[in-house]
Protein backbone atom coordinates (compact mmCIF):
# COMPACT_ATOMS: atom_id res chain seq x y z
CA UNK A 1 0.00 0.00 0.00
CA UNK A 2 1.78 3.43 -1.19
CA UNK A 3 1.95 5.77 1.95
CA UNK A 4 3.14 9.52 1.50
CA UNK A 5 4.80 11.28 4.14
CA UNK A 6 6.01 14.91 4.28
CA UNK A 7 8.41 16.99 6.44
CA UNK A 8 8.39 19.18 8.42
CA UNK A 9 5.04 19.15 9.05
CA UNK A 10 5.31 22.73 9.67
CA UNK A 11 7.81 25.40 9.14
CA UNK A 12 8.14 28.77 10.08
CA UNK A 13 10.89 31.75 8.06
CA UNK A 14 11.26 35.37 7.79
CA UNK A 15 10.69 36.61 4.60
CA UNK A 16 13.25 36.08 1.72
CA UNK A 17 14.46 32.93 3.01
CA UNK A 18 15.06 29.84 0.79
CA UNK A 19 13.64 26.85 1.80
CA UNK A 20 12.76 23.05 0.99
CA UNK A 21 10.00 20.59 1.82
CA UNK A 22 10.45 16.97 1.55
CA UNK A 23 8.12 14.02 0.61
CA UNK A 24 8.76 10.44 0.90
CA UNK A 25 6.82 7.85 -0.22
CA UNK A 26 7.24 3.80 -0.08
CA UNK A 27 6.17 2.43 -3.36
CA UNK A 28 8.24 3.45 -6.46
CA UNK A 29 6.13 1.99 -9.05
CA UNK A 30 4.54 5.74 -9.33
CA UNK A 31 3.06 7.48 -12.72
CA UNK A 32 4.02 10.92 -11.52
CA UNK A 33 4.00 13.50 -8.28
CA UNK A 34 2.63 16.52 -7.89
CA UNK A 35 2.40 19.36 -5.49
CA UNK A 36 -0.67 21.43 -4.20
CA UNK A 37 -0.89 24.82 -2.33
CA UNK A 38 -3.68 24.67 -0.17
CA UNK A 39 -5.18 28.16 1.93
CA UNK A 40 -7.22 27.99 4.53
CA UNK A 41 -10.40 27.46 3.64
CA UNK A 42 -9.68 26.53 0.32
CA UNK A 43 -9.52 23.61 -1.84
CA UNK A 44 -6.12 22.63 -3.35
CA UNK A 45 -4.67 23.98 -6.44
CA UNK A 46 -2.09 22.48 -8.36
CA UNK A 47 1.79 23.85 -8.32
CA UNK A 48 3.93 21.49 -9.63
CA UNK A 49 3.25 17.98 -11.82
CA UNK A 50 6.41 15.49 -12.17
CA UNK A 51 6.22 12.55 -14.80
CA UNK A 52 8.02 9.27 -13.69
CA UNK A 53 10.36 9.73 -16.19
CA UNK A 54 10.88 13.78 -15.48
CA UNK A 55 14.00 14.36 -12.71
CA UNK A 56 12.60 18.53 -12.26
CA UNK A 57 9.99 20.79 -12.46
CA UNK A 58 10.19 24.93 -12.65
CA UNK A 59 7.47 27.11 -12.47
CA UNK A 60 8.58 30.84 -11.55
CA UNK A 61 10.45 30.40 -7.50
CA UNK A 62 9.35 26.87 -7.36
CA UNK A 63 11.39 24.06 -8.30
CA UNK A 64 10.42 20.56 -7.68
CA UNK A 65 12.62 17.32 -7.90
CA UNK A 66 11.94 13.68 -7.94
CA UNK A 67 14.36 10.83 -7.35
CA UNK A 68 11.39 7.72 -7.94
CA UNK A 69 14.22 5.11 -6.76
CA UNK A 70 14.48 6.48 -3.50
CA UNK A 71 11.32 7.41 -3.13
CA UNK A 72 11.92 11.14 -2.33
CA UNK A 73 10.57 14.73 -3.81
CA UNK A 74 11.67 17.85 -2.95
CA UNK A 75 9.70 21.18 -3.31
CA UNK A 76 12.31 24.25 -3.15
CA UNK A 77 11.16 27.82 -2.59
CA UNK A 78 12.86 30.55 -3.56
CA UNK A 79 12.90 34.49 -1.76
CA UNK A 80 10.10 33.44 0.29
CA UNK A 81 7.25 35.82 0.49
CA UNK A 82 4.69 35.93 2.96
CA UNK A 83 2.20 35.55 0.27
CA UNK A 84 3.91 31.95 0.14
CA UNK A 85 1.92 30.83 3.54
CA UNK A 86 -0.11 27.90 2.97
CA UNK A 87 -0.46 24.33 3.21
CA UNK A 88 1.95 22.52 0.56
CA UNK A 89 0.53 18.67 -0.24
CA UNK A 90 2.13 16.39 -1.99
CA UNK A 91 1.00 13.80 -4.08
CA UNK A 92 1.76 10.30 -6.13
CA UNK A 93 -0.16 8.87 -8.91
CA UNK A 94 0.12 5.30 -9.11
CA UNK A 95 0.73 3.01 -12.17
CA UNK A 96 -2.76 2.35 -13.18
CA UNK A 97 -5.86 3.99 -12.40
CA UNK A 98 -6.65 7.81 -11.49
CA UNK A 99 -6.44 7.07 -7.97
CA UNK A 100 -3.58 9.80 -6.13
CA UNK A 101 -2.30 9.15 -2.94
CA UNK A 102 -1.57 12.41 -0.78
CA UNK A 103 0.74 13.23 1.97
CA UNK A 104 -0.66 15.02 5.22
CA UNK A 105 1.20 18.76 4.25
CA UNK A 106 3.63 21.49 5.44
CA UNK A 107 1.95 23.94 7.28
CA UNK A 108 4.62 27.20 5.87
CA UNK A 109 4.24 30.27 7.34
CA UNK A 110 6.48 33.44 5.90
CA UNK A 111 6.63 36.23 8.72
CA UNK A 112 6.92 39.52 6.53
CA UNK B 1 -15.06 29.28 -16.55
CA UNK B 2 -16.23 29.49 -13.16
CA UNK B 3 -14.27 26.66 -12.04
CA UNK B 4 -15.44 23.28 -9.92
CA UNK B 5 -18.51 24.33 -8.17
CA UNK B 6 -19.73 22.74 -4.85
CA UNK B 7 -22.86 23.64 -2.49
CA UNK B 8 -23.57 23.96 -0.04
CA UNK B 9 -20.49 25.73 1.47
CA UNK B 10 -20.94 24.69 5.00
CA UNK B 11 -23.85 21.97 6.09
CA UNK B 12 -24.43 21.50 9.96
CA UNK B 13 -26.59 18.37 10.24
CA UNK B 14 -28.10 15.99 13.59
CA UNK B 15 -27.06 12.42 13.44
CA UNK B 16 -28.95 10.26 11.61
CA UNK B 17 -30.24 13.06 8.99
CA UNK B 18 -29.57 12.59 5.28
CA UNK B 19 -27.05 15.09 4.00
CA UNK B 20 -26.50 15.51 0.55
CA UNK B 21 -23.53 17.29 -1.38
CA UNK B 22 -23.57 18.72 -4.47
CA UNK B 23 -20.44 19.13 -7.76
CA UNK B 24 -20.78 20.94 -10.61
CA UNK B 25 -17.53 20.08 -12.61
CA UNK B 26 -16.11 21.81 -15.64
CA UNK B 27 -17.57 22.18 -18.38
CA UNK B 28 -15.66 19.01 -20.76
CA UNK B 29 -13.97 17.38 -17.68
CA UNK B 30 -14.73 13.76 -17.96
CA UNK B 31 -12.98 12.58 -14.33
CA UNK B 32 -14.93 13.83 -11.47
CA UNK B 33 -13.37 13.22 -7.69
CA UNK B 34 -14.52 12.90 -4.54
CA UNK B 35 -12.33 13.83 -1.49
CA UNK B 36 -12.54 13.71 2.01
CA UNK B 37 -10.46 15.27 4.12
CA UNK B 38 -9.84 15.55 7.96
CA UNK B 39 -7.32 16.25 10.56
CA UNK B 40 -6.67 12.62 11.87
CA UNK B 41 -6.63 10.75 7.85
CA UNK B 42 -5.63 13.72 5.46
CA UNK B 43 -6.93 13.84 2.12
CA UNK B 44 -8.68 10.72 1.30
CA UNK B 45 -9.87 9.80 -2.42
CA UNK B 46 -13.74 8.27 -1.87
CA UNK B 47 -14.71 7.78 -5.19
CA UNK B 48 -14.07 8.76 -8.80
CA UNK B 49 -16.00 8.51 -12.01
CA UNK B 50 -14.98 9.04 -15.63
CA UNK B 51 -17.94 9.79 -18.36
CA UNK B 52 -20.54 9.33 -15.27
CA UNK B 53 -19.94 6.10 -14.57
CA UNK B 54 -18.04 5.35 -11.36
CA UNK B 55 -14.80 3.60 -11.57
CA UNK B 56 -13.15 3.47 -8.53
CA UNK B 57 -15.55 3.40 -5.34
CA UNK B 58 -12.92 1.59 -3.07
CA UNK B 59 -12.46 4.52 -0.67
CA UNK B 60 -15.90 4.89 -0.22
CA UNK B 61 -15.74 4.19 3.90
CA UNK B 62 -19.15 2.41 3.88
CA UNK B 63 -22.73 1.41 2.79
CA UNK B 64 -23.97 4.91 3.85
CA UNK B 65 -21.89 6.53 1.72
CA UNK B 66 -23.34 6.81 -2.08
CA UNK B 67 -22.68 8.61 -4.95
CA UNK B 68 -23.78 9.24 -8.31
CA UNK B 69 -23.30 11.31 -11.50
CA UNK B 70 -26.45 11.34 -13.81
CA UNK B 71 -24.79 13.51 -16.50
CA UNK B 72 -21.64 15.30 -17.17
CA UNK B 73 -23.02 18.40 -15.34
CA UNK B 74 -23.48 17.22 -12.29
CA UNK B 75 -22.52 14.82 -9.34
CA UNK B 76 -24.14 14.23 -5.86
CA UNK B 77 -22.44 12.45 -2.78
CA UNK B 78 -25.16 11.50 -0.34
CA UNK B 79 -24.61 10.31 3.86
CA UNK B 80 -27.26 8.57 5.02
CA UNK B 81 -27.74 8.06 7.93
CA UNK B 82 -24.85 10.70 8.78
CA UNK B 83 -22.64 10.08 11.81
CA UNK B 84 -20.66 12.52 13.69
CA UNK B 85 -17.24 10.78 12.44
CA UNK B 86 -18.27 11.99 9.38
CA UNK B 87 -17.44 15.53 9.56
CA UNK B 88 -14.98 16.85 7.56
CA UNK B 89 -14.44 18.78 4.44
CA UNK B 90 -15.50 17.01 1.42
CA UNK B 91 -13.85 18.39 -1.68
CA UNK B 92 -14.78 17.74 -5.86
CA UNK B 93 -12.39 17.72 -8.03
CA UNK B 94 -12.17 17.43 -12.33
CA UNK B 95 -10.12 16.76 -14.77
CA UNK B 96 -9.73 16.00 -18.55
CA UNK B 97 -7.89 13.19 -19.53
CA UNK B 98 -5.70 15.50 -22.17
CA UNK B 99 -4.97 17.53 -18.51
CA UNK B 100 -1.86 15.42 -17.88
CA UNK B 101 -3.65 14.60 -14.50
CA UNK B 102 -4.05 18.36 -13.54
CA UNK B 103 -6.98 18.25 -10.78
CA UNK B 104 -9.24 21.09 -10.68
CA UNK B 105 -10.85 21.22 -6.93
CA UNK B 106 -13.51 23.19 -5.65
CA UNK B 107 -13.80 25.01 -2.56
CA UNK B 108 -15.02 22.20 -0.54
CA UNK B 109 -18.07 21.73 1.89
CA UNK B 110 -17.30 21.96 5.31
CA UNK B 111 -20.02 19.59 7.10
CA UNK B 112 -20.43 19.04 10.96
CA UNK B 113 -22.73 16.46 12.22
CA UNK B 114 -23.50 16.63 15.33
Known amino acids: KQEVTQIPAALSVPEGENLVLNCSFT??????LQWFRQDPGKGLTSLLL?????REQTSGRLNASLDKSSGRSTLYIAASQPGDSATYLC???????????FGPGTRLSVLP | DAGVIQSPRHEVTEMGQEVTLRCKPI?????LFWYRQTMMRGLELLIYFNNNVPIDDSGMPEDRFSAKMPNASFSTLKIQPSEPRDSAVYFCASTTSRAADTQYFGPGTRLTVL
Open chain 1, 27 to 32: DSAIYN
Open chain 2, 27 to 31: SGHDY
Open chain 1, 50 to 54: IQSSQ
Open chain 1, 91 to 101: AVRRNYGQNFV
